[in-house]
């Protein structure tokens, strides 16, 4: 019966709320690595969008004001993920939250002394538990054309919420029925002790050193470069690569052309 309602909701949604044409086009247009994607892939990203955007809010911060296309092309990447998902691994949270610029998170923690902290430094992004994702708009235009990056911070949030989705953000998102969660952590765990040993010895790795920082960051930053750049991470760690391709039921390595 829910699966019923689900599916009618989802047929009235694309029948009412359509994107339209010009707009779609511009986004394409702002995103040069959508050019790699088929005509079939296209349409079932476009479709999710206005999934997406029925469901979310995407709303300004510190007097940024959101247009038409900044919407669309935050939503076309946190869609790309969950290209052959679905979307009800972003429930539980209503909004994306858009700055001007880098932004202080407002929350405080107690370390086991009592003394509180507060983290000053600006953050260019963040995915709160059961919470919105807060975006600087300046640093999703800078990683919106993976060629020259090789990182995507849309990605980056969205993959924590798809983490969160099996609880933590712990780099242990909830597996489909057929995958391993052993052999999901074994391979996980064992390619972040080799990326922090790396790190440890000073190695100039080309994936960002801040995967180092945690098990669900490893997991973030390396669902970025699958994306992004997989070539780079079928290369330096294929088991994760493999992982990934059962996981998001996507293989992008094979939309690469040949260099
Ligand atoms: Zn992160």
């Known amino acids: 019966m829910f699966q019923a309602f689900r599916k009618w909701r989802r047929a009235r949604v694309l029948r009412h709320a359509a994107l ?3 707009l779609w086009r511009e ?13 079939a892939e296209l349409a079932r990203l476009r479709d999710l969008v206005v999934l ?14 959101v247009t038409p296309l900044q919407r669309v092309v935050i939503a076309v990447q946190a869609c790309v993920p969950v290209l ?14 858009v700055y001007p610029g880098e932004f202080v998170p407002g929350w405080e923690w107690e370390d086991e002394a009592g003394v509180v902290h507060r983290i ?19 640093d999703v235009e800078a990683s919106a ?43 996980l765990e064992a390619a972040y002790d080799d990326f922090c040993a790396r790190q440890d010895r000073g190695e100039d790795t080309e994936i960002d050193p801040y995967a180092a920082e945690s098990p669900g960051e490893f997991f973030a930053v390396l669902s ?22 059962r996981f998001y039921r996507q293989d992008p390595a094979l939309r690469v052309p040949p260099q």
């Open 84 to 97: 052959n998902l679905d979307l009800s691994l972003y429930e539980g949270f209503e909004n994306v939250i």
């Open 224 to 245: 970025e470069v699958f994306f992004a750049d997989p070539t780079l991470l079928r290369h330096e760690y294929g088991d994760v690569y493999a992982q990934f391709v």
């Open 120 to 138: 000053d430094d600006g953050l260019a992004g963040e995915a709160m538990p059961r919470g919105p994702v807060v975006l600087s708009w300046p």
């Open 145 to 187: 054309d993976w060629d020259e990056a090789g990182m995507n911070l849309v990605i980056h949030e969205f993959a924590h919420k798809i983490d969160m989705a099996g609880g933590d953000a712990n780099g242990c998102p909830p597996l489909p029925a057929g995958m391993s969660v052993g052999a999901w952590r074994r391979t």
């Open 20 to 22: 339209p044409e010009a």
């Open 27 to 39: 986004a394409l247009a702002a995103l040069p690595f959508l050019a790699l994607y088929d005509a």
């Open 52 to 65: 997406f955007l029925d469901a979310k809010g995407i709303v300004g911060a510190r007097g940024h004001e």
